[in-house]
């Protein structure tokens, strides 16, 4: 039987998250609680200042796995605009520290270091990130660019924005799920019943014969279910969850919190051995190696990936995948989605992990009052090893009631991002039809937000300007009733949602300059916006990048392209039945575009840099492959539709 004595202390991170003159967020997983924590902030050319913790919170998440919340109070507040190397200490007799515990964090002896931006100028964004996909990781490729900046502070951006799809948990492959399960084992992650379930609990499940590609078998299948699934899925027997590959989608909290430690780290990669399970048929043993050689080469890059997070600060936001996909698309999915107890137990469980690994760093004080209902839960589990049945219960129904994910760091420009999954605005009369991507409530507190300031940064995860033919093919299917067949999740699908989105850009005392940073879409693109007809108005720009490995078919996104020039170029009278008709979209032609193309195709991350006014002076895109694609600015001249 495995000891912490023959496990390292630390599993994963620390990952640098909110960072402020004041304040500095650190997120890491040890496979202890560690005594006599400390750290070590040293800026450049200055002296080292010791620290003590001014809130170390420590979160059991298995016997031998700790979550560790790390808040740094300097006794006086740190310099912006420089590098601050950084470290953390514990068990002084031991002497243990990063340089010797995590030496994959460190460039050679050289401690990581953080740095705290004096503006918002400068950001990395991406979103969509699945460890199979056939693809480089971005990630990966930011580290070296990263690296080749870390003693130039005026190079190194204020904020890597993860702009949704972190995990997929709905969409895994077969050597991560094996490694999912023996990381549980390794760590003994908690155990909890699985309501409403064909097995009676998360062990049940581990061992069914149906855990391996087959778990749509075991997901919820209710009569209730039935009018989804026949016009879905014309009447053949699905899952609620509308996933096309839900075959190993992950159920039980501690699935979901493996797949994190596993998708940062590459430390717990080394406490398993991961083989092919047996049972399998021919097709599902062929699938299985082809997803591992995908699988070989993401761990292969994960010391950059730990790299990476230890040394840029970075702020978070859920989509769909986070949580399932097409995650409360319409009020019908919702109503099946959550009237049944084992799937509104698998949704709640990943809300409970994005709250732990994610939602923390963005802002503590705001997730406060649910984080404390989970490490409640958590704490009560270390005696049985089992979460309570109960008290998981009023834990999903307390997160999931809860309406407090956006947030907003301040500085020049203002950087605003968007909770566009859990305060939509429900078609009520038509359930089928898609849900508005904020409610009334939600888009009202955004104008407040933005009134008065003079520019701004908006991340949504789903572009606000999406490429008009897909959106339209999006609405030809959800008129026929079925949205979720096209992932119909763009902000003109609801016409209340769209027509006051569209009013916000609109009012007199809202930024003149907009900013809107988006992923979801797994292709990148750029567009300059003005609003028609007045000298005044505001400028908008979209600027999609996604995925971080992921990308869109090939082949279909040509076409898409394509026919999106031609049936909507300048002159085409169908842009004036778009709803975004009063607005002049003109579309960048990436550099390195051979055939006249304007949405680009590859894993990368965004690179954006604005000027005094808010406005981008630099747009590119960090392929995966190793080089650059630049968005220039259109000819002023040039058509626009």
């Given amino acids: 039987m495995h000891t912490t004595s023959d496990l390292p202390d630390l599993l994963a991170g620390p990952l640098v998250r909110r960072v402020e003159p004041e304040r500095v967020l650190l997120w890491l997983v040890a496979s202890r609680p560690l005594q006599q924590l400390h750290a070590s902030l040293q800026p450049v050319g200055q002296a080292a200042q010791q620290l003590g913790l001014s809130d170390v919170r420590v979160i059991p998440i298995g016997r031998h796995a700790y ?53 918002n100028r400068r950001l990395l964004h991406g979103s969509c990130r699945k460890p199979h996909f056939a693809g480089e990781d971005a990630l990966v490729r930011t580290d070296s660019w990263l690296a080749e900046r870390r003693d130039q502070p005026e190079q190194r951006p204020a904020w890597l924005l993860m702009t949704g799809d972190q995990v997929y948990v709905d969409d895994v492959s077969g050597p991560l799920l094996v490694a999912v399960h023996q990381l549980i084992a390794r760590l003994g992650l908690f155990d909890e019943a699985l309501e409403g379930a064909t097995v009676a609990d998360s062990q049940a499940l581990y061992q069914s014969d149906d855990t391996y590609y087959r778990r749509e078998q075991l997901l919820p299948d209710v009569p209730s279910n039935m009018a989804v699934r026949d016009r ?72 950059q990936v730990a790299r990476l997070l230890a040394h840029q600060p970075s702020l978070m936001i859920f989509d769909d995948h986070d949580v399932t996909d097409d995650w409360n698309l319409t009020a019908d999915w919702e109503r099946t989605a959550y009237g049944h107890p084992f799937s509104r137990q698998i949704i709640g469980n990943a809300v409970l992990a994005y709250l732990l690994c994610q939602g923390w760093g963005n802002d503590p004080d705001a997730v406060a009052e649910p984080l404390d209902a989970l490490a409640q839960l958590l704490e009560n589990a270390k005696r049985s090893g089992s979460l309570d049945v109960s008290e998981q219960d009023a834990c999903i129904d307390a997160v999931l ?116 940073l988006s992923g979801d879409v797994h292709y990148s693109f750029v567009y300059d916006i003005v609003i028609r007809h007045r000298e005044h108005g505001p400028q908008l720009w979209q600027i999609t990048s996604s995925g971080l490995k992921n990308a ?80 220039p600015p259109r000819d002023t001249a040039a058509p626009a539709s």
């Fill in 67 to 119: 979550v560790h919340l790390l808040t740094i109070t300097p006794t006086s507040p740190l310099p912006q605009d420089q590098i601050i190397h950084y470290d953390l200490q514990w068990d002084s007799e031991q002497g243990n520290g990063l340089r010797s515990t995590a030496a994959h964090l460190c460039h050679g002896d050289e401690l990581p270091s953080l740095m705290i931006a004096s503006d």
């Fill in 232 to 303: 879905f899925f014309g009447g053949v027997r699905k899952p609620v969850f509308t996933s096309a590959n839900a075959h190993n989608h992950l159920i039980s909290l501690a699935e979901m919190l493996a797949m994190y430690l596993l998708v940062w780290s590459p430390v717990p990669w080394r406490l398993i051995q991961p083989a092919m399970p047996d049972g399998l048929n021919d097709e599902e043993r062929q699938r299985y190696q082809n997803e591992q050689q995908q699988i070989d080469a993401f761990v292969e890059g994960l010391p």
């Fill in 401 to 516: 009631r809860f309406h407090g994910w956006e947030y907003q760091i301040a500085g020049t420009p203002s950087l605003v991002v968007l909770d566009t999954r859990t305060r939509r605005w429900r078609s009520e009369r038509s359930p089928f039809r898609p849900s508005g991507l904020m409610d009334w409530e939600a888009l009202t507190e955004l104008q407040q937000r933005l009134l008065d300031q003079t520019e701004v940064v908006i991340v949504s995860p789903a572009p606000m300007f999406g490429v008009k033919l897909i959106e339209g093919i999006q609405k030809l299917f959800s008129l026929a009733g079925h949205p979720l067949v096209v992932d119909a999740e763009n902000w003109m699908a609801h016409r209340g949602a769209a027509k006051v989105l569209l009013n916000i850009f609109r009012h007199g005392r809202t930024p003149g300059n907009y900013v809107i």
């Fill in 552 to 631: 869109f078919p090939p082949r279909l996104l040509d076409w898409f392209d394509r026919l999106n020039r031609w049936l909507y170029a300048p002159a085409s009278p169908l842009n004036w039945l778009t709803k975004r008709r009063r607005m002049r979209v003109s579309p960048r032609d990436p550099d390195r575009a051979s055939a006249g193309e304007r949405l680009w195709n590859g894993s990368g991350i965004g690179l954006v840099e604005l000027d005094e006014q808010g406005r981008p002076e630099n747009v590119r895109q960090l392929d995966a492959r190793g080089f650059d694609v630049d968005f």
